[in-house]
């Protein structure tokens, strides 16, 4: 099959919002009034960020979830992508697993496929994604760019910090797959899952638009992500101990619950895979005190879970607190530490 | 070095035009009054699109300008782009020359990086590019849709069909540097400089918008990228035998000019070069007769040259003819068969 049959019978859908879709040299799009354009790029790389033999409808799933994350972040809603492909070899239920994992999501999300690029090579999958967002900027983030987008820079001292449904659950399915640590069977499916098939959470993205003053995607753990926000704003926070842990869907649903998980792996392992753990695909963000019933309005909305866990101060770097206030010691997150793709190993 | 200290010391540049730029989870564009946003996207992969061994300088260069040959295709005004690289190790003094080529180029053309994504992996740069075309259709594209871009659909009946600057002398030196033919080594010099450092024709391309009918840029051979045209528009082709030999610079410009070249490859082989060939990233294009001095004025203008090849014709297929006018037997370009990513080899 050459390339043109290729794209012809597994990539072309209909483009109704684009001005052109797939078959010129360049696509085009007509960004709505009162819009910016808000783009994002990540790539998957085989080896490196799933395991060849994954399996393919899942791996389109997560190709376009992992770009859409990025747009949740900001507060973008989802318009259209291009993608582009390198196969070593051309199999039909492979392309055909693929692309429905693909499409099922982008037609979810209203995100036209309008370009790309096939071509042979070790298998990689590289989506840049496009949304939309207003240009006038809200009340609740107040940072120095004329955009209504949620930015990782707005976060201001007392807010608080939010993380919407769980995390951790993925980097420990990561190393139940590597063989490091044994899970039981139901516990491994549902930490698998979400690995393998992460939510975007555009849809509470968008509600937290003139909510949240600051906002990322939880990609590469949760205390990397979070430390760019605190970065971004010139900010830390204080981290409530027992809020992280709740995080960790795999801890409450482990047979015996959150006890028999701590007996088999320690609390401490549990705190490591929320701060250090990656795959998440979630959000961090910050609001005001004063919004608080407002971000529990957008988590109804968003029908997604949200957990306050702890405030922005001024002081840099993030603390962690027990219940009554008391500050524990850091935590070395080891094994967890936050993904860095140029770091050894 | 980390994935964001390699960010910040190889691929941070000043990104004036957008509204934001690398570091947050999006880059913000807003696009100009009256214009749609053009977007294309093509990956260069070692092994396949290029020598491992290659220049970092020429290849940062190629990077960019194969996706800037698509602007240029479209009659579109280059913005920003984003880079997705995957490499198999971090050294400095190959990134700093990639970064060079890249940024070098970039700038001739006011096209800013605006995001990214590194990550370690098999030598693959993905390059997402935006630019601007008018929304409104002009006079020359008749096109059904609302656009000002040049578009691969617009040719008709009787139009002229011309070629910028010289095609076939890439995928000739990709031959020499395979070691299938031998070329003097000046003239290997020159062919080279085509292979590695394609000049996109952004220039012409914005130039045209107004006077072509129809533009694609010639990546994947002449007879291909000419076929593109011809498909969309529904029209065949009749090319001047003599004015597609004139093509190939490596020809003219061989010891002893063309008649040397002939000499030692033959002209059938030429041909075969300027059908065949890839890697080019000049723009073929149809206009009126009536317009036969504006395309001398574009070319003029923007400092290209320009060649008549042939006409537009109803029958589809492309005929080739000699200079009286007679139909000659259709050219089997063999080894220099149209480049497509999933053919065998």
């Known amino acids: 099959m050459g390339e043109f049959d290729l794209i012809q019978r597994f990539f072309t859908w209909p483009t109704p919002r684009a001005v052109m879709g797939v078959g010129d040299d360049c696509a085009l799009l007509a960004p709505s009034a009162g819009m910016h354009m808000a783009i994002s790029t990540d790539a998957l790389i085989s080896g490196r960020h799933f395991f060849a033999n994954v399996d393919p409808q899942a791996l389109g799933h997560k190709a376009l979830a992992v770009n859409l994350s990025d747009l949740a972040a900001c507060g973008a809603r989802p318009v259209a992508f291009v993608l582009a492909l390198a196969l070593p070899e051309v199999k039909n239920a492979w392309l055909e697993a693929f692309s429905k994992g ?120 949760l205390r990397g992500d979070l430390g760019h926000i605190l970065e971004r704003s010139q900010r830390g926070a204080e981290l409530q101990w027992d809020a992280l842990l709740s995080l960790l869907a795999t801890r409450k649903n482990y047979p015996g619950a959150a006890p028999a998980f701590d007996a088999v792996f320690g609390s401490d392992f549990a705190a490591q895979c929320v701060l250090g753990g990656g795959d998440d695909y979630e959000l961090v963000f910050t609001a005001s005190e004063t919004k608080r019933l407002a971000v529990t309005q957008a988590a109804e909305q968003s029908a997604t879970r949200v957990t306050r866990i702890g405030k922005v101060v001024s002081a840099h770097g993030i603390t962690l607190m027990d219940a009554s206030g008391k500050v524990l010691p850091s935590l070395a997150v080891g094994d967890f530490a936050s993904f860095d793709h140029f770091s050894p190993g």
């Not at 001292?157 to 990561?174: F, K, N, Q, R, T």
């Open 102 to 221: 693909l499409f099922d999501l982008a037609q979810t999300h209203g995100c036209e496929l309008i370009g790309g690029d096939t071509t042979r090579g070790p298998l990689t999958i590289t989506i840049t994604v496009f949304g939309e967002v207003p240009n006038t900027p809200t009340e609740a983030a107040s940072h120095g760019v004329a955009t209504g987008a949620l930015l990782r820079s707005g976060a201001q001292v007392g807010d608080d910090i939010y993380v919407s449904g769980s995390v951790g659950d993925a980097a420990l399915a990561l190393r139940a797959l590597q063989g490091k640590i044994a899970l039981p069977e139901s516990v491994m499916a549902a930490a698998k899952a979400r690995l393998e098939w992460p939510k975007p959470r555009v849809t509470l993205g968008l509600a937290l638009r003139g909510v949240a003053t600051a906002c990322a995607d939880v990609s590469d753990g």
